[in-house]
């Protein structure tokens, strides 16, 4: 997607990028110049300790043998390769000895160093531009007229010691700043390099990663619009380079994933309310019409209200346990949890039963190996082992001539495993037992049996809030119902 400059600058990226393109700019002028200008005084001192080590030296030959032998040395010293500038003039400027040919007026007016740098003229360049101006007929070569032209333009420019002699004579001693302008000419090419490096660095990282951040957002904004047009099974892109944008990738999928998740239980919520709950209230009904139409004895009005009311109870229940498993499910649950005694419970549950099992001809037996505790809610915890112990006892009846249900707690590893498992008919089936957790879901088998098919799901949503897994494995013969919770850390 083509983005023009004022739309690229309004990214993150680009601006991020800019800042620190002009951060890097400032710290590199401010360092280049303070780099610069220390180095520049520093060349200044050691021209002017320098100059000073001059002077001295001609200081002794002039108290040796005066301006004879100072001339001498002055002249012998102006001739040497790589000389400094050394000039001895009249008392009126008129230049009699030395390697300077002429100097910027004023020069020599003012006793003691030179305020500011000044420019000069040594002697044989008088020679160089004669050169440069010659026409080449006159047998200057090309060569020679660009080398005196190129020495022609280039400035000279130096720092002296002007001294006044006993004499009157004036005395100039100085050194050429040439090697200080190349290094600041050199630090100023390094400066512009510099600038146009990291330019261009800001370039191609905007290119190769800020266009790539761009991309990825776009994709992520793409793909936000298709949720919020109401595609939930839509999901954002993930590279799988585990940067940031992957982990928030991973972590709003995760809660789509969620969202779906809820969606779909309300949906399955609305339609079994829909269709399981219209046979009890067209019960109700129909129990209310038959009782009214026609004469009836009070007995027999007196059974329809205990009859509808028992009805009501069981619709109240049902109602419960809906709303039970969907605060369960949405990870919500107004009860604290604590440390939870399961071998207690088993023996509660178990002993609250027994009743009823002996009634329906079944052995229900408990078998708690050790004492164990986990982290949960007591009331959770009982109320889903009573649906399962519940079921176990219905649905063992009849298909063995002596039905039993036993309870087991154990440990298994990092797990605490809580097991009720009966020898009835079972479910063969793994469709059948994946199926059996989910709401108002009534095997063929277990249809003859009163219930609303919310007692596994119950049991399950249970388990989730207590990060533990509810597991429907086949018993040879029979079921065996697994509740695993996490191990307790005691500390």
Known sequence: ????????????????????????????????????????????????????????????????????????????????????????????????????????????????????????????????????????????????????????????????????LPNQMIMLVGRDLGEPE??????????????????????????????????????????????????????????????????????LNAMLARIATLNEGLKQVSDNIAHDLKTPLTRLRNRAEATLSGKQKPTDYRQALEGTIAESDQLIKTFNAILMISRLEAGYSSENTNRVDLAEAVRDVVELYEPVAEEAGVSLEADVREAVSVNGNRELIGQALSNIVDNAIKYSTGANAQPAVRVTLERAGADVRLSVADNGHGIPDDGDRARATERFVRLEKSRSQPGSGLGLSLAKAVMTFHNGRLELLPGNPGLSVVMSFPAREDH
């Open 1 to 164: 997607m083509a983005l023009s400059v004022p739309a690229i600058m309004k990214t993150t990226a680009a601006r991020l990028s800019a800042l620190y393109l002009l951060l890097f700019a400032l710290c590199a002028v401010a360092l280049v110049f303070y780099m610069t200008s220390l180095s520049a005084r520093m060349l200044t001192a050691q021209t002017q300790d320098t100059i000073n080590d001059e002077v001295l030296g001609l200081a002794r030959a002039y108290q040796r043998g005066g301006l004879p032998v100072l001339v001498r040395v002055v002249e012998a010293r102006s001739r040497q390769p790589g000389a400094n500038l050394y000039l001895i003039a009249d008392a009126n400027g008129q230049i009699l000895t030395g390697n300077v040919q002429s100097l910027e007026p004023g020069v020599l007016e003012t006793e003691g160093w030179t305020s500011s740098p000044f420019s000069y003229q040594r002697f044989g360049e008088g020679e160089l531009e004669r050169l440069r101006n010659l026409p080449a007929e006159q047998g200057s070569t090309q060569s020679e007229q660009s080398d005196a032209q190129a020495q022609g333009e280039k400035g000279h420019n130096a720092i002296a010691l002007v001294l006044r």
């Open 182 to 251: 190349r290094f600041r000419a050199v630090i100023r090419r390094a400066l512009m390099l510099a600038l146009g490096m990291m330019g261009l660095g800001g370039l191609l990282i905007w290119f190769f990663v800020g266009r790539a951040a761009l991309k990825r957002i776009d994709s992520v904004s793409e793909a936000s619009r298709r949720i919020m047009g109401g595609d939930l099974s839509g999901r954002l892109p993930v590279t799988g380079v585990g940067d940031e944008f992957d982990r928030l990738s991973e972590n």
